[in-house]
Antibody, heavy 122, light 107 residues
Framework: QVQLVQSGAEVQKPGASVNISCRASGYTFTDYYIHWMRQAPGQGLEWMGIIHPSGGSTSYAQRFQGRVTMTRDKSTSTVYMELSSLTFGDTAVYYC???????????????WGQGTMVAVSS | EIVLTQSPATLSVSPGDRATLSCRAS??????LAWYQQKPGQTPRLLFYGASTRATGVPARFSGSGSATEFTLIISSLQSEDFALYFCQQYHRWPVTFGGGTKVEIK
Protein backbone atom coordinates (compact mmCIF):
# COMPACT_ATOMS: atom_id res chain seq x y z
CA GLN A 1 0.00 0.00 0.00
CA VAL A 2 0.97 3.63 -0.28
CA GLN A 3 3.07 4.60 2.70
CA LEU A 4 5.86 6.75 4.04
CA VAL A 5 8.11 5.16 6.63
CA GLN A 6 10.35 7.39 8.71
CA SER A 7 13.49 6.63 10.64
CA GLY A 8 13.47 6.11 14.37
CA ALA A 9 13.54 8.43 17.35
CA GLU A 10 16.63 10.51 18.03
CA VAL A 11 18.18 12.16 21.03
CA GLN A 12 20.65 14.90 20.22
CA LYS A 13 22.62 17.49 22.15
CA PRO A 14 22.23 21.22 21.62
CA GLY A 15 24.27 22.37 18.66
CA ALA A 16 24.17 18.98 16.96
CA SER A 17 22.37 18.02 13.76
CA VAL A 18 19.70 15.44 13.08
CA ASN A 19 18.99 13.68 9.81
CA ILE A 20 15.61 12.00 9.37
CA SER A 21 14.71 9.74 6.48
CA CYS A 22 11.31 9.15 4.88
CA ARG A 23 11.04 6.17 2.54
CA ALA A 24 8.16 6.04 0.10
CA SER A 25 6.52 2.93 -1.27
CA GLY A 26 3.43 1.89 -3.16
CA TYR A 27 3.46 4.75 -5.67
CA THR A 28 5.71 6.49 -8.19
CA PHE A 29 8.11 8.38 -5.96
CA THR A 30 8.94 11.11 -8.46
CA ASP A 31 5.31 12.06 -9.12
CA TYR A 32 4.45 13.59 -5.76
CA TYR A 33 6.00 16.42 -3.78
CA ILE A 34 6.93 15.70 -0.17
CA HIS A 35 6.63 18.22 2.65
CA TRP A 36 8.09 18.23 6.15
CA MET A 37 6.28 19.44 9.25
CA ARG A 38 6.97 19.29 12.94
CA GLN A 39 4.81 19.28 16.05
CA ALA A 40 6.24 20.27 19.43
CA PRO A 41 4.71 18.59 22.49
CA GLY A 42 1.15 19.79 22.97
CA GLN A 43 1.44 22.22 20.06
CA GLY A 44 0.11 22.57 16.54
CA LEU A 45 1.78 21.73 13.28
CA GLU A 46 4.57 23.86 11.82
CA TRP A 47 5.51 23.64 8.14
CA MET A 48 9.22 23.34 7.44
CA GLY A 49 9.59 22.95 3.72
CA ILE A 50 9.00 21.05 0.49
CA ILE A 51 11.05 18.91 -1.86
CA HIS A 52 10.31 17.77 -5.37
CA PRO A 53 11.52 14.16 -5.52
CA SER A 54 11.95 14.29 -9.28
CA GLY A 55 14.23 17.29 -9.73
CA GLY A 56 15.28 17.73 -6.11
CA SER A 57 14.20 21.38 -5.92
CA THR A 58 13.37 22.64 -2.46
CA SER A 59 11.74 25.54 -0.64
CA TYR A 60 12.12 26.14 3.06
CA ALA A 61 10.13 28.10 5.61
CA GLN A 62 11.88 31.33 6.42
CA ARG A 63 12.48 30.48 10.04
CA PHE A 64 14.44 27.37 9.07
CA GLN A 65 16.45 28.90 6.23
CA GLY A 66 20.14 28.18 6.69
CA ARG A 67 19.46 25.41 9.16
CA VAL A 68 17.46 22.86 7.18
CA THR A 69 18.41 20.81 4.16
CA MET A 70 16.09 18.47 2.31
CA THR A 71 17.44 15.96 -0.18
CA ARG A 72 16.25 12.85 -1.96
CA ASP A 73 17.62 9.59 -3.27
CA LYS A 74 15.59 8.38 -6.23
CA SER A 75 17.29 4.98 -6.20
CA THR A 76 15.76 4.19 -2.79
CA SER A 77 12.65 6.41 -2.99
CA THR A 78 13.78 8.20 0.13
CA VAL A 79 13.77 11.84 1.15
CA TYR A 80 15.90 13.22 3.94
CA MET A 81 15.57 16.21 6.21
CA GLU A 82 18.60 17.48 8.08
CA LEU A 83 18.22 20.12 10.75
CA SER A 84 21.37 21.62 12.19
CA SER A 85 22.33 23.78 15.19
CA LEU A 86 19.67 22.13 17.32
CA THR A 87 18.26 23.89 20.37
CA PHE A 88 15.87 22.71 23.07
CA GLY A 89 13.10 24.39 21.07
CA ASP A 90 13.60 21.87 18.27
CA THR A 91 12.27 19.06 20.43
CA ALA A 92 9.27 17.82 18.45
CA VAL A 93 7.79 15.05 16.36
CA TYR A 94 8.86 15.52 12.75
CA TYR A 95 6.60 14.33 9.93
CA CYS A 96 7.00 13.88 6.22
CA UNK A 97 3.82 13.97 4.16
CA UNK A 98 2.83 13.47 0.54
CA UNK A 99 0.57 15.81 -1.40
CA UNK A 100 -2.79 14.62 -2.69
CA UNK A 101 -2.35 15.43 -6.37
CA UNK A 102 0.54 14.41 -8.61
CA UNK A 103 2.71 17.34 -9.65
CA UNK A 104 0.98 19.68 -7.19
CA UNK A 105 3.58 21.43 -5.12
CA UNK A 106 1.28 23.06 -2.61
CA UNK A 107 -1.64 20.86 -1.70
CA UNK A 108 -3.27 18.96 1.13
CA UNK A 109 -1.46 15.94 2.54
CA UNK A 110 -3.07 12.52 2.30
CA UNK A 111 -0.19 10.24 3.25
CA TRP A 112 1.88 10.92 6.34
CA GLY A 113 4.91 9.24 7.78
CA GLN A 114 4.52 7.80 11.26
CA GLY A 115 6.53 10.65 12.75
CA THR A 116 10.01 10.79 14.23
CA MET A 117 10.49 12.06 17.75
CA VAL A 118 13.55 14.26 18.13
CA ALA A 119 14.52 15.18 21.66
CA VAL A 120 17.20 17.78 22.22
CA SER A 121 18.75 17.24 25.61
CA SER A 122 22.03 18.05 27.26
CA GLU B 1 2.03 34.66 5.92
CA ILE B 2 -1.62 33.65 6.11
CA VAL B 3 -2.81 33.15 9.67
CA LEU B 4 -5.53 30.58 10.31
CA THR B 5 -7.61 31.09 13.43
CA GLN B 6 -9.68 28.18 14.63
CA SER B 7 -12.57 28.47 17.04
CA PRO B 8 -13.44 27.40 19.56
CA ALA B 9 -10.21 26.08 21.01
CA THR B 10 -12.16 23.39 22.85
CA LEU B 11 -15.63 22.10 22.06
CA SER B 12 -17.45 19.97 24.62
CA VAL B 13 -20.10 17.87 22.93
CA SER B 14 -22.26 14.91 23.89
CA PRO B 15 -22.20 11.78 21.72
CA GLY B 16 -24.87 12.05 19.06
CA ASP B 17 -24.80 15.84 19.06
CA ARG B 18 -23.67 18.09 16.22
CA ALA B 19 -20.30 19.82 16.29
CA THR B 20 -19.46 22.92 14.30
CA LEU B 21 -15.82 23.96 13.95
CA SER B 22 -14.63 27.20 12.39
CA CYS B 23 -11.43 28.17 10.58
CA ARG B 24 -10.89 31.79 9.58
CA ALA B 25 -8.06 32.95 7.29
CA SER B 26 -6.37 36.34 7.57
CA UNK B 27 -6.66 36.71 3.78
CA UNK B 28 -8.36 34.74 1.07
CA UNK B 29 -7.19 31.20 0.46
CA UNK B 30 -9.83 30.58 -2.23
CA UNK B 31 -10.81 26.93 -1.69
CA UNK B 32 -7.28 25.78 -0.94
CA LEU B 33 -8.04 24.61 2.56
CA ALA B 34 -7.82 21.20 4.19
CA TRP B 35 -9.11 19.72 7.44
CA TYR B 36 -7.36 17.04 9.48
CA GLN B 37 -8.23 14.90 12.46
CA GLN B 38 -5.53 13.88 14.93
CA LYS B 39 -5.92 11.52 17.87
CA PRO B 40 -3.36 11.36 20.69
CA GLY B 41 -0.21 9.59 19.60
CA GLN B 42 -1.39 9.28 16.00
CA THR B 43 -0.54 10.99 12.76
CA PRO B 44 -2.92 13.52 11.23
CA ARG B 45 -5.65 12.09 9.03
CA LEU B 46 -6.87 14.08 6.04
CA LEU B 47 -10.62 14.70 6.16
CA PHE B 48 -11.23 17.31 3.46
CA TYR B 49 -9.27 19.14 0.80
CA GLY B 50 -10.42 21.84 -1.56
CA ALA B 51 -12.53 22.96 1.42
CA SER B 52 -15.29 20.44 0.74
CA THR B 53 -13.90 17.37 -1.04
CA ARG B 54 -14.12 14.43 1.32
CA ALA B 55 -10.99 12.30 1.52
CA THR B 56 -11.13 8.55 1.01
CA GLY B 57 -12.87 6.70 3.78
CA VAL B 58 -14.20 9.74 5.63
CA PRO B 59 -17.73 9.08 6.91
CA ALA B 60 -20.63 11.08 5.52
CA ARG B 61 -21.38 12.58 8.94
CA PHE B 62 -18.40 14.88 8.30
CA SER B 63 -18.92 17.84 5.99
CA GLY B 64 -16.67 20.71 4.99
CA SER B 65 -17.70 24.03 3.52
CA GLY B 66 -16.62 27.60 2.91
CA SER B 67 -14.39 29.67 0.68
CA ALA B 68 -12.17 32.73 0.75
CA THR B 69 -11.66 33.41 4.46
CA GLU B 70 -14.42 31.49 6.27
CA PHE B 71 -14.55 27.72 6.55
CA THR B 72 -16.58 25.26 8.57
CA LEU B 73 -16.24 21.60 9.49
CA ILE B 74 -19.43 19.97 10.73
CA ILE B 75 -19.76 16.60 12.39
CA SER B 76 -23.46 15.89 12.25
CA SER B 77 -23.74 13.24 14.98
CA LEU B 78 -20.64 12.70 17.06
CA GLN B 79 -19.46 9.16 17.52
CA SER B 80 -17.02 8.06 20.21
CA GLU B 81 -14.21 7.80 17.66
CA ASP B 82 -14.68 11.44 16.62
CA PHE B 83 -13.38 12.91 19.86
CA ALA B 84 -10.02 14.26 18.74
CA LEU B 85 -8.09 17.33 17.71
CA TYR B 86 -9.07 18.96 14.41
CA PHE B 87 -7.01 21.48 12.53
CA CYS B 88 -7.14 23.31 9.24
CA GLN B 89 -4.37 23.99 6.75
CA GLN B 90 -4.09 26.44 3.86
CA TYR B 91 -2.05 25.73 0.76
CA HIS B 92 -3.03 28.79 -1.24
CA ARG B 93 0.07 30.81 -0.53
CA TRP B 94 3.64 30.04 0.53
CA PRO B 95 4.28 29.26 3.29
CA VAL B 96 1.82 26.52 4.10
CA THR B 97 0.20 27.32 7.45
CA PHE B 98 -1.93 25.47 9.95
CA GLY B 99 -4.55 26.58 12.41
CA GLY B 100 -4.01 26.07 16.11
CA GLY B 101 -6.63 23.37 16.32
CA THR B 102 -9.97 22.65 17.96
CA LYS B 103 -10.15 19.90 20.53
CA VAL B 104 -13.48 18.10 20.48
CA GLU B 105 -14.03 16.52 23.87
CA ILE B 106 -16.78 14.52 25.51
CA LYS B 107 -19.23 16.63 27.48
Amino acid sequence: QVQLVQSGAEVQKPGASVNISCRASGYTFTDYYIHWMRQAPGQGLEWMGIIHPSGGSTSYAQRFQGRVTMTRDKSTSTVYMELSSLTFGDTAVYYCARVVMPAAGYDAFDIWGQGTMVAVSS
Amino acid sequence: EIVLTQSPATLSVSPGDRATLSCRASQTVSSNLAWYQQKPGQTPRLLFYGASTRATGVPARFSGSGSATEFTLIISSLQSEDFALYFCQQYHRWPVTFGGGTKVEIK
